[in-house]
């Protein structure tokens, strides 16, 4: 399947009540407030943390490839009293009616796109939304397989109707070549005699510090930093980095 689609259907219904663990908003209130607005986050899913940095009164918009994750964060939006406005579309195809001066991810959502071509469109499309005095920040990070007695674990929660959500690793492939980390994940929904149960591969592409510049800087982008989780100058070594990029002007 296309890997914009993997957020669908019963992957969407599973997502808030499977998921491990919420964005913690601060660092990206911090970085609006000191970049200013208005900003945009790219895959804002079903709105975290965008609700909240809405709920703060900043000038935040969001866009994501899955029109059902975004019908989730209209709900919760209405049920909350808060407006937001979202836009159904692929990072690397964005045409939105304005430009930014802080775009961000929350989190290292890049490594969903499949593959370095993709990274570049969608470098390029940033670009394009980005005013020249603004900042992109671009979380990265390399994955590391899963361990083998967790392949088969199942994770399970209730739904509000009482019905049983399970969700598991069945497989996971990696290409230490193509960057790339395909984990076969089965999601489970089951309620009385009604089971509903899909299986869908999970694709991770993940970016040497040096290549990531180099996409950047052919697409006109500038790094102007790349830090760790807490902001401090990454090392070397560091698997998890944050990239501020600037227009090349």
Request: glycine share 6%; with cysteine.
């Amino acid at each position: 399947m296309d890997p914009a689609d993997f957020y669908t259907g019963i992957v969407a219904d599973l997502y808030r009540p499977l998921k491990s663990f919420s964005q913690d908003p601060e660092p990206y209130a911090a970085f609006v407030q000191q970049v200013g607005g208005p900003a945009l986050e790219l895959g804002c899913g079903d709105g975290d943390p965008l609700l909240e940095l809405r709920r703060r009164g900043l000038d935040v918009e969001g866009v994501d490839s899955s029109a059902d994750m975004l019908e989730r964060l209209r709900l919760r939006a209405e049920e909350q009293g808060i407006p937001a406005t979202v836009f159904h579309q692929r990072m690397e195809a964005l045409d939105l009616p304005r430009c930014y001066r802080a775009i961000f991810l929350a989190g290292p959502t890049f490594t969903l796109l499949p593959d370095d071509s993709t990274a570049l469109a969608a470098l390029r499309r940033i670009r394009a939304h980005l005013t020249d005095d603004g900042i992109a920040l671009v979380p990265l990070f390399t994955p590391a397989p899963t361990p083998a007695e967790q392949i088969g674990r199942v994770r399970t929660a209730t739904a509000p109707d009482g019905a049983e959500l399970r969700v598991s690793v069945v497989a996971e492939q990696r290409d230490e070549q193509a960057r790339t980390q395909t984990t076969l994940l089965r999601y489970e929904r089951h309620h009385g005699s009604e089971s509903s149960v899909v299986e869908r591969p999970w694709v991770l592409h993940w970016y040497p510090r040096d290549t990531f510049e180099e996409l950047a800087t052919a697409a006109e982008l500038t790094v102007t930093a790349v830090t760790d989780q807490h902001g401090k100058p990454a090392l070397a070594d560091a698997t998890d980095l944050q990239f501020r990029l600037q227009a090349a002007l």
